[in-house]
Every structure is written in C-alpha cells, then in structure tokens.
C-alpha cells in the first residue's frame, strides 16, 4: 500500500541518506512511492518501497541496474552514504522500508509523443531487444509465483474474467485465448526463456525531447522483471508500442522488424505473438478493472484503460493467420511457410490456360497494362464501364490478360479505402490476374478439388458472383479463386461438392452481377484462405504487396504464362538522373518528393497508386486532365496544329469568348504561352504607350521568370540570389494588414499614401512612370489581400497621372476568387491590361494579354507581333474548353461556396490552435499564417505542416516572404468532402508535439 509520504520528509530522509539536498515531487506509481528529487546540479529518482517488501526483491532491483551499466539506456544504482545501493527506515507503524535511489534519464514519456512514427517504433523494437540481451550478462532470478502480469501464468485470469462486467466481445475472446493457450501449453513451455523487462510500457520509455525525430532514450522501473518466455517481452513491448496507432498491425511490425535485428526471433515463437499480444491488452483491462474496484482514487492504475479498450477493438478484429505472415516477414521469413514446396510442385503439377476457358480461343493473348501510369487507361475509362468495355472489345480476335501486382487506381469505393496512420489510404494493388474475356464465357476448374466459397458478393466494385476452391496435390494446399462470376444463386454446385480439372463451375457475370465491372475473370491463386469464410481479398495496401505475393503467388506460374517485367523507375533514379540533366536550381517539392504519374480531377497519384489530394496546383483549374478539355486536345492535335499566319476559327472562337468576360474597354487579345511571356509583353506595350521604363511594383509581388518581369518582382529580386531592385522600380510596401508596414483599420489610407509619395516624388523630378503591375491578391507574397477601396483609391491618382494598371491575372483569374470571375473586380477597377495564363489551359501553355483598343493601337508601331505557338489552334481549342467547363459546371459559384466553406472551418480550427492566424483570401485562393503570439513567422513549422499532410495524402504548399503562409488553391472543383477530409488530417498535424509544443 502507498502512504503519500510528505515532501519535506522524503526530502529530509534523502538528505540523511544520501546527503544529497534536493526538492522531491510525487511521481504515480502502481504500489510504491516514488520521487522525481531535484537540485540544480542534477536529477535522481526515489523510491520508497511498501512495508513487508522482501530485501530480496530490493537486492534483486539493483543488481538489475548494476547488470546493466553496460547499457546506455538504463539508470544508474546511487550509492547512500555508507556505500549501498539501498538503505531503509523505519516508519510510523514500525516497519522497516526500504529505499533505494537511481540516477534520472532526461526525456518525454512515450505516452506523450505524437506522431510515433515507424523509425521510433524500430529503434524501440531494437533497443528493447539490446536490453533484454543485456539484461542475461549475468544470471539473476527472483522467484515470482502467480505473478498476473507474467504472460505464462496468463491462467490466472479465468477466476476473475467473468465477474468484472466485460462485454461479450472480450468474454469470448478471453475464452478463446484460454483455449488457444491451453492446447498450445506445450509448445510454449519449450520457447527459451529469459530474464526480461516485462513492463516497457508507454511510461516506462523514455524519449528524447527532439520533437520532430524524437529518439529513445531509455527504460525505467524494472519491477516487473521475470524470467519468463522471451517472447512475452517483445508481446508487451509491441502491446505498449501500438496503443493509438490506427494500423496497429504494421506498427507492431516495425516494432519486430527492430527486435529481430537484435535478437533473432524463432519461427515457434513468432506463431504466439499475436495471441501473447491480445493476452497482454486482456491482461491489462482485467487488471485495471479489478483495481478500480479495489483502490478507485489511484488514477494511475487505470490510465491505459481506454486506449487499451480501443486497441483491444482494432487488435481483436484482426486476421491471426495474416498477422501472423505480417510477423514472419518482419523478421524476414517468408510470409508463408509452405511457399517454397508449393512453387517446387507447380513446377511438376502446372495447369494451364486452356484449362481454365475451354472452349476460348486463346491465341491472341496480350497483356493489358492497368497500372497507375498506364496510357491505355485514359481517366475517363476509369468510371465509365462502358466505354471501357468497348475499348476492351475493340480488337475482337484479341483477349486482354494481366495485373498481377499491379499498382491501380480503380478501386476507390469506400471499402477500398481506410484512415490510417499515414492518412487516408487504399487498397490498390491487384492479387490476381485478369482476363477480360465476354459475358457468358464459360470457366473451369483448373485442377482437382473441392469447393470452399460459392457465393455472391454484393459489395459495390466486389466480385459479385465468386468461387474458391480448395487443391490439395501431393499433401499441398492451395486455392483458385473466381471472381466476377455470373450469379451463384442458380449454380448446380454447393459448398463442399467436388470438382474434376477441367470441369465448368460457372460463367463469366454481365455487369450488374459482378460488381459493376466490365466481364472479366479475377483469377487468384492462394496458399491459405486465413480466416476468411466466404471472401478472400483480391486487393492489398501496395506497401504490403510483398506480404501478399507470398500468400497469393503469380497465377501465371500455374497457369504456365509468360511473367511480364515492367520497367518502372523509383524515387531515387529519378532524383539521380535530375542532378545529372537538370539544372540545381530546378526545384523539388518536399523534404521527400514524390514520382506522380497520374492526375484525376483534384488528385493526384504517384507510381505507387498514393492518391493525393491536391490544394497547390490551381493550373489544374477545371481538374487535373479534366475528361472534356483532354478530349478536346486529343481532337485538334490530331487535326492541325499550325501559327497564326493562317486564318483559323478557333482563335477567334476563343477570343469571342474571352472578351465576353472582359468589360468594352478591354477588346484586344494577344496569345502567348506563359504568364511570364503576357506580363513581358503587356510592360513591353505600356513602355511603348508611355515612352518611359519606370514601374511601380509592390513588396511580395510576382510576375514572371523573364528579364523583364523578375526587374518588377520583388519576390525574386529581393529575394535568394536576387539583383536587388533596379532605379526604374518603384515599391509599395506589402500592403499587408496584418504584418506589414501598415496594419489594421487604417491601413488602406497608409498604404495609398505610400503611392502618393511615389507619385508626387517622380512628377516633381519630372519623371513618366509608365504602370503599376499589380496582383489583385498577392499570391506568391502571401495571398495578401489588397485593403479594402485601396486599389480603387489608387486608380484616380494612376489615371490622372496617365501610369496605366496591369492586373496580372495569372493566379487570379477565371472564377478562382469566386466572388467575381477576375481578381480586379473584386475591387470595382478596370485596368487598363490583364494578363492571363496558368489555368487559361489547365496544364497546357497558354497565355494572354487584354488591353484596350487604344494600347493596341499603339502597340503597333510597324514592329510585327508574332509568337510560334502563341494562338495555335490546339491552344486555343483547350482554353475555350476551359471556359466552357468553368461555365457549364458553375465553377465560379462552386469556388465561392467551397471556399466560404473552407474558411469559416479553418477559423474553427484556429480556434483551437493558436498558431494560426489571419485566415485570408477569397474563393478557392485562401492562405493562413503560422506564426507564434508575438507574430512571429513559424516558417519551419509551416514546412513541417505541408511534409506531415503530404505524408499523409494530402498536398500543400508555404509561400509569402517568411515562407510561413499555408497557400490553398486547389482546381476549382474541390468539395465539400475533400475539405472535410484535408481538415480532418490538418486537424491531427495541428495535434502533432512540433506543431504545438517548444
Ligand atoms: N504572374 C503570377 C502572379 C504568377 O504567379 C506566375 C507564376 N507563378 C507568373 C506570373 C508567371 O507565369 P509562368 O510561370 O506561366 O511564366
């Protein structure tokens, strides 16, 4: 029992004891008294133990540490003044109580770090393995009898499971588990037995205070140690090191992957981990509950109990059998143990193909590539069965085959997809082979057997009609799987009925009995079924895909095909080849970028089929490769793709158009291919309009990688590398309300006022300044928002001094704001030039200048304008699509709706975390700043923010001066749910140790 000794006591005993003078506080214990004592020298840990401990255990303790000097992750003993390592008093009802003190290891407790990430999760594996080793330097025993938190004795349980008020659920898995562990008594009492820890739970690591890539820094309170099954000290470790985790069967692994690096665990031992591990979480709730009862005010001993309920859920629910090949893996063994003897029989006992269809013809097989990078598969096949089926069928004397491992992007119905540790992710990568062969195509039994599932799955994107059936050759089992069946409910065969090679089991099912595919058969072959009774998975998480391979080996092996080697490139090529072609200053997202090799509407994929939500691109305006504006590339590619020297109709279509959106007085068009390329040109017109070179700019502005257009960004002259600003710029001051020069109400006079200087400056030295270039929200800058009637103010004081405005409206324009369709109407302006790119071709290289009638006129000045590509007819054919879409999708309304949306759920979220600031921005053109409550910029956590969410599935970027602005300005057809969804995970990194603390 804990007697709650008073401070100044336990601080006076410690001072007679070890003459060390050091202030004590309290820490939780489950039975005995423990102190954290502090001086300004150093730390130690105190700990008084119960009246009637025995001094073997206390001696026992010791040698514990004193065995373990060699490690350095473990205390040190502390010597009392006479030279032991423990001492005692005597207390108030005379007992005697012993005492003992050890040196204080610096740190966080593991409970407290968020995110455990998988590198933290190995070295825990690793270092808990080099202490277990450690710990048997020297042999050490202390008997302990019935002890309840040794797994062995994991029998105690039965006389109290039942009357603690469990659900059924933990009822019967406790039976089950007693059971398992009865029958398998004797195979455990052989697994080697060691003096273990037994208690590295999550507040017994010690974690460094580095809070991005926190390390372990050691192992407290050794009160549990026992010699025991050394299994059971990798159970609890992994038990302690997966409470929380959504994918708890991955992070045990990464767990066991850092153990067996040390310590090499045996295949025996490995076939009770996940029961020890369930044991332990039972163990742990039992405890807990019976504690409760017992001693209700200890908190402490009832800590774990929540998550331990939750992970009791998600470990339960687990496949034993598949978690069990996870394990094996980890400690690199091959997931299934009979892999090896089945690949050697189907070298002798093959099926084949013909097999399989009968009656087919099969000579004209090809494999179909369905892979996230593959070209065949256009995005608009992705959805649409039947346009798929008519491409499928489009050569009818051939049959498509393949996809075995293959990485695709189809399966995206909600039960493909899971949110895990690493975000949201799906199932992507193919088990089987395919082969589209027609509706009603009759299939066989490859070999002998018996049928196991005969049924029909009605899950959308499922197998709909589905059989497996069970081969035993030469003492080895296997199974076949077919999916995509036509309906089962008629088949003449039930569950058990025995089939010959060769004999029919069913037809190939019409879409709406297969699960909505186009025909085809899935055919599978697997080593086990696990637990599964009347499905098998014909799909897995790509990061498993080597896991699964052993479980379900190439059908092509059976079926005596040839294996297709795909040539794909991975990460690190790439990034090799980049350092050997491309310049340096050619810049990769991300501290780990990514290899994407699709976009779809607003995703994303990489080559590993990750589906990223996208919030950076706003080229990809109407989505990414938008069905309707591909398709209308595809059509005037193939047509003519010729300069403006001839007359063509679709430039002039375009421009109709374009100048529709534009108010009278801007009536002329000029096609380029960059925004830079419009910027170059419109401050090449008003030069030429104003006879003069000089520009007025603003602080944070950006408007392109020419000569010309970096001499009037200040982003790029002031910044890295940059010339600095040239005599002929003038600068406005970011007109920024919240942290720039001016700030709050007054600020729109302020920043007018800093023109007026400008102005009235240049007019007295006689000087002609020629334009202001401006962005109607300072997009690189920050997504500055102009102050409010301040840009209005400005264009009577430009007018009357004849210096023309360019509003460049590269990031703004084509509905993006929301409100208006153009950034500049948002502030009841027209300028005199707008400048256009980015989404005006949605990825495709197109730009354009608008200007009035007068500059037009006199811009030609004899000198020709002509640009090769500027005006094509495929560039022009794809921007009026771009308008169209905008147009007939309501896109501009959809940007001001989401984005209203958007902003009123990230002010909530600013609510709770108070790093975010100055929520900003109109339409799908938001921003916020990351800075701390003196408004400093937080630019390394903002960098941490847009890593963790890419990591996590969802793509962001940082920009403005400090680079600590959180820029969102996805395509224009992002929803409701993708906003739910990226706040969901902004939400978990707003959560995250760096985010918040330090
Ligand atoms: N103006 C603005 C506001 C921009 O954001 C950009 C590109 N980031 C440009 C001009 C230059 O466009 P491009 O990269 O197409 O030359």
Redesign the pocket.
């Known amino acids: 029992m804990k007697n709650q000794f008073d401070l100044k006591f336990v601080e006076k005993l410690v001072n007679s004891k070890y003459g060390i003078k050091a202030k004590a506080i309290q820490i939780e214990g489950e039975t005995d008294d423990n102190f954290k004592m502090s001086n300004d020298d150093n730390s130690f840990f105190f700990k008084i133990y119960p009246a009637k401990t025995k001094i073997e255990f206390v001696q026992f303790q010791t040698k514990i540490l004193k065995n373990l000097e060699c490690n350095i992750n473990t205390a040190r003993n502390v010597f009392d003044k006479k030279n032991n390592f423990f001492s005692h008093f005597i207390d108030e009802g005379n007992d005697v109580r012993y005492v003992r003190m050890n040196t204080w290891i610096h740190g966080r407790l593991w409970s407290s770090i968020n995110p455990l990430r998988s590198t933290i999760r190995e070295q825990l594996g690793f270092k808990s393995a080099t202490l277990v080793k450690d710990l048997q330097r020297e042999k050490l025993t202390y008997e302990r009898k019935d002890f309840h938190w040794d797994l062995a004795n994991f029998e105690w349980i039965k006389s109290y499971y039942k009357k603690i008020g469990l659900n059924k659920k933990y009822l019967l898995t406790i039976k089950q588990l007693l059971d398992n562990f009865k029958k398998n008594r004797k195979k455990y009492n052989k697994l080697r037995k060691w003096l273990i820890h037994n208690d590295l739970n999550d507040n017994n690591i010690v974690v460094s205070n580095d809070l991005k890539n926190p390390k372990i820094k050691g192992f407290i309170d050794f009160g549990d140690s026992i010699k025991s099954q050394l299994i059971n000290e990798l159970s609890v470790t992994c038990t302690y090191g997966i409470v929380k985790s959504l994918n708890p069967l991955k992070s045990a692994c990464e767990i066991i992957k850092g153990f067996h690096w040390v310590i090499n665990i045996h295949k025996e031992e490995i076939d009770f981990l996940y029961d020890l591990i369930l044991m332990r979480i039972c163990v742990s709730v039992v405890k807990s509950r019976l504690n409760k009862k017992l001693n209700s005010e200890n908190k402490y001993l009832q800590i774990s109990n929540n998550d331990m309920n939750i992970l009791f859920d998600r470990w339960s629910s687990l496949n034993k059998e598949l978690a069990t090949c996870f394990f094996r893996d980890a400690c690199s063994l091959s997931p299934i143990s009979n892999e090896k003897k089945f690949k050697k029989l189907i070298k002798h006992k093959r099926s084949s193909i013909n097999t399989l269809f009968q009656n087919s013809d099969l000579r004209n097989l090809k494999n179909l590539d369905l892979s996230v990078s593959s070209n065949w598969l256009s995005n608009e096949l992705i959805n649409d069965v039947d346009s798929f089926e008519k491409k499928i069928n489009f050569e009818p004397n051939l049959i498509y085959y393949g996809g075995y491992m293959e990485t695709r992007v189809v399966y995206d119905s909600e039960d493909y997809e899971k949110l895990t540790d690493s975000g949201f992710e799906n199932r992507t990568t193919h088990l089987g082979i395919d082969f589209w062969v027609k509706e009603k195509t009759t299939v066989h039994s490859i070999e002998d057997g018996i049928i196991k599932v005969l049924t029909n799955d009605k899950t959308i994107k499922g197998y709909g009609g589905l059989i497996i059936i069970e081969h035993n050759i030469e003492n080895i089992k296997y199974y076949s799987l077919y999916g995509h069946l036509s309906n089962q409910n008629n088949s003449k065969y039930k569950v058990g009925d025995r089939i010959n090679r060769g004999e029919k089991i069913g037809e190939i099912g019409a879409n709406k009995e297969n699960g909505g595919w186009c025909p085809h058969l899935h055919f599978q072959i697997m080593l086990t079924l696990l637990d599964f009774e009347d499905d098998f998975p014909g799909v897995c998480m790509e990061d498993e895909k080597m896991i699964w391979s052993s479980i379900c080996p190439d059908p092509k092996l059976i079926l005596e095909m040839q294996t297709n080697k795909n040539i794909h490139f991975n990460e690190n090529e790439l990034k090799n080849l980049r350092t050997r072609f491309l310049g340096s200053n050619l810049k990769l997202s991300y501290d780990l970028p990514i290899y994407i090799v699709r976009g779809f509407n607003q995703y994303l994929y990489s080559n590993k089929g990750k589906k990223y939500l996208d919030t950076v691109n706003n080229i990809a305006h109407v989505g990414h490769q938008n069905i309707n504006v591909v398709n209308a590339a595809k059509d005037q590619i193939g047509l003519l793709n010729t300069n403006t020297r001839y007359l063509h109709h679709e430039i002039l279509s375009l421009s109709k158009n374009l100048l529709s959106k534009f108010p009278k007085k801007l009536s002329k068009v000029y096609y380029v291919n960059?925004?830079?390329?419009?910027?170059e040109l419109a401050l090449r017109m008003t030069s030429l309009y104003s006879k003069s070179e000089k520009f007025i700019v603003f602080e944070g502005?950006?408007?392109?990688?020419?000569n010309k257009?970096i001499e009037v960004s200040n982003y790029k002259y002031e910044g890295e590398g940059g010339r600095g600003k040239s005599e002929n710029i003038y600068e406005i001051p970011m007109p920024d309300k919240f942290r720039g020069k001016h700030r709050g109400k007054d600020s729109t006079n302020k920043y007018y006022k800093e023109l007026e200087k400008i102005i009235s400056k240049a007019s007295k030295s006689d000087e002609k300044i020629s334009a202001m270039i401006f962005?109607p929200i300072i997009?690189?800058g920050g997504q500055i928002e102009l102050p409010s009637g301040f840009l209005k103010k400005c264009s009577k004081i430009l007018k009357k001094f004849d210096i023309l405005m360019i509003s460049?409206e590269?990031?703004?324009g084509f509905g993006r704001v929301g409100e208006k369709y153009w950034g500049y109407e948002l502030h009841g302006i027209i300028p005199d030039i707008v400048?256009l790119?980015?989404p005006m071709g949605n990825g495709h290289?197109i730009?354009a200048v608008v200007c009035s009638e007068k500059i037009a006129q006199k811009f030609d000045n004899g000198l020709e304008f002509f640009s090769s590509f500027g005006g094509n007819p495929v560039s022009c054919k794809i921007a009026n699509e771009v308008i169209k879409e905008i147009d007939s999708k309501n896109l501009q309304s959809n940007a001001k709706k989401i984005g209203k949306y958007l902003k009123e759920s990230l002010n909530k979220l600013a609510k709770k975390h108070s790093i975010i600031r100055d929520v900003r921005g109109t339409g799908l053109f938001i921003g916020f700043e990351l800075v701390n409550d003196k408004l400093v910029p937080q630019a390394e956590k903002a960098n941490y923010l847009v890593n963790r969410m890419k990591e996590m599935g969802v793509l962001m970027s940082t920009d403005g001066l400090e680079k600590n602005v959180i820029k969102i300005k996805p395509p224009i057809i992002f929803s409701f749910s993708d906003t739910d969804r990226m706040l969901t995970l902004l939400e978990k990194v707003f959560n995250e140790d760096f985010m918040h603390k330090g």
């Open positions: 960059s925004g830079s390329e419009a910027n502005g950006y408007h392109g990688n020419t257009t962005e997009s690189c460049d590269v990031q703004t400048t790119g980015k290289p730009g």
